[in-house]
Each structure stands twice: as C-alpha cells, then as structure tokens.
C-alpha cells in the first residue's frame, strides 16, 4: 500500500500525480482532504446568494433612482489592458500621417502647377514665373532698353511666362550660346527639343556674340581657375580686371600667371 | 478523482480564463445603471465570497450579511474602481475590511473550526484531533497569515492568493510553511 499523503503536503498544495491518485484511492486520505478542503454545502451556497441577490437588486434600484449609476464615465476607465493603450499610442501617429498625406495629395493634384512653379521680380521691371527651372540658373539684365533673360544652364525643357512692366524695345532669352529676339510686353514662351515657341510662334536663335572673345588675357589663379578679362588697372598688391560679371579685384597673391592673349 | 480535486481545477479555470476579461465592461455598465452587469458580476464573485466569509465567520447569517455589505461597499464606490488593477483582489479587500471591522465589534463568535467541517468527521475519526488542532494553530494565526490560510483551504493556489490579497507568492509560501511547521511541531498528522 503507499504512503498517506502528509496534511501538511495536502495543505501546502503542489501535489503529484501519484499523490492526488493515492488520495482518490484512499479513503482515509480522501477523507481527510475533503475535510480540509470541504466547500459549503450548495444548497446553502444558494439560499444565501438568492437572499442577498434580491436585497442587493433592491439597493441597486435605489442608488440608480438617486442618480448614483446613471453617468458615463471618462473612455479610459474601461480599459481592460494594455493593448489598447498601444493602439492609441499608434493611431493617433498613424491618423496624423495619413491625414498629411493626403492633403499633400490634395493639394499637388488640385494645384500642380503653383507648387512647383517659381517666381521673380526684376527691378518693378519684369515679373516671371517659369517651370523646370531654378532662381539662381536665370539671369535678368536691362542693358540697351532690351531685356535680356539668360539662362546658365540649358534645361531639356521648360516653360517661362512674364510680364513687362516698363516699355523694352526687344525681349532676348538667351539659351547657351542662342539668341532668340522677340518683341512684346508680355509672353508666354515654352522651350522643348531645342525649340523655344513665344506666343505660339517657333523662334530662329542667332548665335550670342561672345563678348569672350574680346578679352585681351587670361589671369590663372592660384588654385588652378582661369579667368577671361582684361586688366584694367596694376596696383602694387592687386589687379582690377573687367569680365563678363564686370568688374573685380583680385588680390596678387592670388594669381598664378597673367597670360596675354593678343 | 475525488469531487474535490475536480472542484479545485474548475476554481482553476474559472479565475484564470474567465473572471479577468470583463470585469471592466460590467463596471462601465453598472456605472450606467445596467442592472443586468451588476447581477451578472455577483453570480460571478458570490461563490468565491461565500466560502471566503463563511471561513472567517462559521455563521450563514454573518456570511449573508457580509457578502451583502460587500456588494453595496463595492456599488458606492465604484467610481473609484480602477480597470488596470485585479477586480478580484478588490472585491476581497472590500470583504476582508468589513470582516475585520466586524471582528473588532465582536459580533460573531470567533471560533474557527467550521461547523459543516464538523460534521464531516465523526466521533470516532482519528483525525479529528489533528484537524481541531489545524483550526486552533489557525486561531492563533495574525490576521493576513489567517487569510492566506483560509484561502489555501477555499482551494486557491498560492499564486491565487498573492493576487486576491494584494502581496507576493513568497510572502504567502512563507505563510504556509509557518503553518506547516506548527503542525509537524504537534507530530503531524500520520506522524
């Protein structure tokens, strides 16, 4: 026969198996767990749980009639975990970015042009509003009441509106080393595959006279550049020459070599 | 198997996959007047709290009254209830303070030995002793070693217990040993 199971392990709980089939086995065993663990018997159970049941339906009727149970209570308190505590940490980022994008999206759509288009404003003389393009790739410039729109670097394609405000004789937009001449004091010209088309008319380009050519030397400086110009004036520590930009001092220190080219 | 191993793993489940998910939700209605929560979250507590009470109180009508103070406790302040924190071990904080209250008032005889524990073992049963001296050595225990004891014998596991009270499963271990020890200090129970 085994061993009886100790009250002591009975009580402290944590039984094996073996234990727990020895206890159903054995009668004296069984007995003395039932004992220890005896419940209150079921039909008490629920004559009390009845009784109090009906006083507590009773009290609850009255504190609602008084308006203790009758309000909403603040979200958070019926929380029952942390999983959504997590998802309102996520939501609220998540709403933010997709409301974001899509006003971006809203907004690019509905007004395409205006969010990439740029604008200048030469001297309350002209105003441009141009496409494909950057501020600091056009140069404007009055010289011989013709306004001249230079452009440093020759984009594939573009789109280039202005509006004149003072009377020019012609309008240049100079394109590398194309001229293209047209007269007007508004306009609405469009550069593709070589072609620039003012108004809707096709332009011929003359080539730029480079004023390069003119410059009688060359000064290269220290870290390797080189400069068209022509001196103009030699001081003891600098030189004053005229470029294409205009004129400019530059210090001797900073020169390699004056080359002369006539 | 006997009828009380069985009980214990139902107990088991009951706490474990049960009781913990809704308690919130019955609260939140119970707060908006839905009678049906409330009668839904005492089916669900009335059982535990019965044997709890009727092991402190060995009365059925203390135990009524008691079970019924707990509840209109619990209705008064529920607003205080907080969702994140076990319902369970506050409902049994509310049971235990009106008991201790109750205790101090001296209005139920303090004898621990249940009756119907009484009448399960007859007279000529050798281990009645042993079990008297069990329900003595519980007598003399402080108030919390008590109850951890008397929760123990309602079938909970130590793990259990630390919840409902609020404490560690190391302080409830070391309860049960205290007790343990006392009683193989009186030669145990088959010696």
Redesign the interface.
Known sequence: MD??V???KI???NLSEKE?KH??SCQ?C????????????EN??AT??N???E???L???E??ALG??????PEK????NGKQDILKYIAVPISFLVFAVLTFTLLYIGNFENITQQKIRYENKVSLSFNNLTKDKIKVEVKDSSLIIKLTETPKSFSLKGIAESNFQNIKIIIGNQVYEFFGSEFNAVYSDSKLIVNGKTLTPTKEESRTKGFKNEIILNDGSVIKCNVEEIGESFIIIETEEGKRRLNKSEISKIRYLY | ?????I??TQIDDFIYHECM??E??L??K????D?SA??EL??KY??ML??FI?RHTND?NE??DI??ET??RL??N??EYN??GSFKSYIFTIALNIIRDRKRKESFEKKMM?K??EE??STE?E?ED??KE?YNIIENLSEDDKNI?LL????Y??EEIAEILGISSRTVNRA??K??DK??SKG???G
């Open positions: 061993e009886h100790s009250i002591e009580i402290y709980g727990l206890i159903s004296k069984n007995k003395i767990y039932n004992s220890i663990f005896a419940k209150v018997p008490l159970v009390i749980e009784n109090v049941r006083e507590l339906i009290k609850f009727r504190m609602k203790h149970l009758n309000r909403s209570i308190r019926i929380q029952k | 198997m006997s009828e009380a191993v009980r214990l998910e809704t919130a939700e609260i939140y119970i707060l908006c007047g009678e409330f009668i005492y089916n009335s059982k019965i044997g009727y059925i135990t009524s079970l019924q509840f209109v209705l008064e529920i607003k969702p994140k249940p119907i524990y399960t073992i049963d281990n042993k079990l069990l004891i123990r014998l309602e079938g596991k130590i049960l040993k007790i343990i009683l193989k145990g129970f088959y």
